[in-house]
């Protein structure tokens, strides 16, 4: 029932790109993505609705495809404070602002 | 944005024994969740706490284990009873205004010894 994220870690070097994947066995109205660094709180990034509105980070960018139930994060040039825990957050039925977390992916950026 | 205090940050407790962790929001909050992430895992939801109204469990999640009180729309409290060593984990209270953007606390780290 949790979303699975892929990969499950990923280093990167500063200025390259990456993307993570989010994928769920069930119909999504929405997802969110967050980012979670080492003893601190989830931070909000970015949602994207059923139905193609989305809003969230200037600099990173995100896909819903709906009937795959599926979502990625796009994480481009990457700086040294993108480095931290990613997770995305679904919602199944709208109105209920209940989200199911996935699996998270590890992300550490090197100088 | 939400400020959300959550209290205590940290606590070392003896099996057996009861903890109640409070979460106290800067504004009024129709919805308010309860999280448990056990070290380097992802975030499981508890329940839901919802003002005027029993919280509502998810799957593997108990009122006798983990009763939750709601008495006001800025406020709520998960107690974590008869803890043993399994109930180890961070704690994390969860607020959403309507926006479907979650704002967390900064989580209670329990350790039951």
């Known amino acids: 029932q949790q979303p699975v994220q892929s990969p499950q870690a990923v280093i990167l070097r500063e200025g390259e790109d990456a993307v993570i994947n989010c994928s769920s066995s069930?119909?999504?109205?929405?997802v969110h993505w967050y980012r979670q660094k080492h003893g601190e709180a989830p931070v909000f990034l970015m949602i994207l609705l059923k139905g193609g509105e989305q809003k969230g980070h200037d600099k990173i960018s995100a896909s819903f495809n709906e009937k795959k139930q599926q979502s990625s994060l796009y994480l481009t040039a990457s700086q040294l404070s993108y480095s931290g825990t990613y997770f995305c957050?679904?919602?199944?039925?709208?109105?209920?602002?209940?989200?199911?977390f996935g699996t998270g992916t590890r992300l550490k950026v090197l100088a | 944005s939400a400020v959300i205090s959550q209290k205590p940050s940290r606590d070392i407790c003896q099996r057996g024994t009861s903890l109640t962790i409070q979460c106290q929001v800067d504004?009024?909050?129709?919805?308010m969740f309860w999280y448990r992430q056990q070290p380097g895992q992802s975030l499981t939801l508890i329940a839901t706490a919802n003002q005027g109204s029993e919280a509502t469990y998810e799957s593997g999640f108990v009122i006798d284990k983990f009763p939750i009180s709601r008495p006001n729309l800025t406020f709520s409290t998960l107690t974590v009873s008869n803890m043993s060593p399994e109930d180890s984990s961070i704690y994390l209270c969860?607020?959403?205004?309507?926006?479907?953007?979650?704002?967390f606390g900064q989580g209670t780290r329990l350790t039951v010894v």
């Open positions: 957050g679904t919602e199944t039925t709208s109105g209920t602002y209940k989200y199911i």
């Open positions: 504004s009024q909050v129709t919805m």
């Open positions: 969860s607020v959403d205004r309507g926006a479907r953007e979650a704002f």
């Open positions: 069930k119909a999504l109205y929405s």
